[in-house]
């Protein structure tokens, strides 16, 4: 079965700061990764997705995740924060031909300082 | 466009009450998707269709009955609801049900049981 560990339940980080926000996967075939973002009583919306190819992905608003295989991380980014970028951020992966299942990390908070 | 809906946004209902939660998409996707989100936790699969047929009940008690009128809509019936089952029920859809398969998740709707 596949899982994640989100390290950190809530990172508060300066505006204008780097956000680093880690997961990291255990999964038994190739995994596909997402990241969701969820803001205040609002639905998850996905930030990006890894399947295959290039390991480093890009996706709304300024996001970036690094796919290790190595390390089996996938850890997003962010070089500036934003006051907008408040919110609850869920690191997910798919399961395999046998697992139907999109599994969550826990979650990770994060506040924004001005 | 990869808008799915939900109504309504905001649901109290007193433990007699019937009730339903309805969510449509149009992007063509054949799979769609019911969880169950409390507080500052991730969403919980309750319920796979695939081609509007059940593929998957994550053993949810019966109080909680889907139905998928055609692959655009999607409602769950509630029926005898606990204060427990207050909840935000999020609804996302996908495009066949395949692990590979991205969910785009719908706003939610928020209920709560009295």
């Known amino acids: 079965a596949q899982s994640v560990t989100q390290l950190g339940s809530h990172v508060s980080v300066s505006e204008g700061a780097l956000v680093l926000l880690r997961c990291n996967y255990s999964?038994?075939?190739?995994?596909?990764l997402f990241w969701y973002v969820q803001y205040p009583n609002q639905g998850l919306q996905l930030l990006l997705k890894?399947?295959?190819?290039?390991?480093l992905v890009k996706g709304i608003n300024g996001f970036e995740a690094e796919f290790k295989k190595s390390e089996t991380s996938f850890h997003l980014t962010k070089p500036s924060a934003h006051m907008s970028d408040a919110a609850e951020y869920f690191c997910?992966?798919?399961?395999?031909?046998?697992?139907?299942?999109?599994?969550f990390g826990a979650g990770t908070t994060v506040t924004v300082r001005a | 466009d990869t808008e799915v809906t939900q109504t309504p946004k905001h649901l109290v209902m007193g433990m007699t009450n019937k009730k339903s939660l309805k969510c449509e998409q149009h992007?063509?996707?054949?799979?769609m998707y019911w969880y169950k989100q409390k507080a500052k936790k991730p969403p919980e699969l309750m319920f796979v269709?695939?081609?509007?047929?059940?593929?998957i009940n994550e053993s949810v008690p019966s109080r909680f009955s889907p139905e998928c009128p055609n692959s655009s809509l999607l409602n769950l019936h509630l029926h005898a609801l606990q204060p427990e089952d207050s909840a935000l029920y999020l609804c996302?859809?996908?495009?066949?049900?395949?692990?590979?398969?991205?969910?785009?998740f719908g706003p939610g709707t928020r209920l709560t049981v009295l």
């Open positions: 996302a859809s996908g495009r066949s049900g395949q692990f590979t398969d991205t969910q785009y």
């Open positions: 997910a992966v798919s399961g395999g031909l046998d697992d139907y299942k999109l599994s």
């Open positions: 999964s038994s075939v190739p995994p596909y």
């Open positions: 269709y695939s081609y509007e047929k059940l593929s």
């Open positions: 890894y399947t295959t190819g290039a390991t």
């Open positions: 992007m063509g996707h054949r799979a």
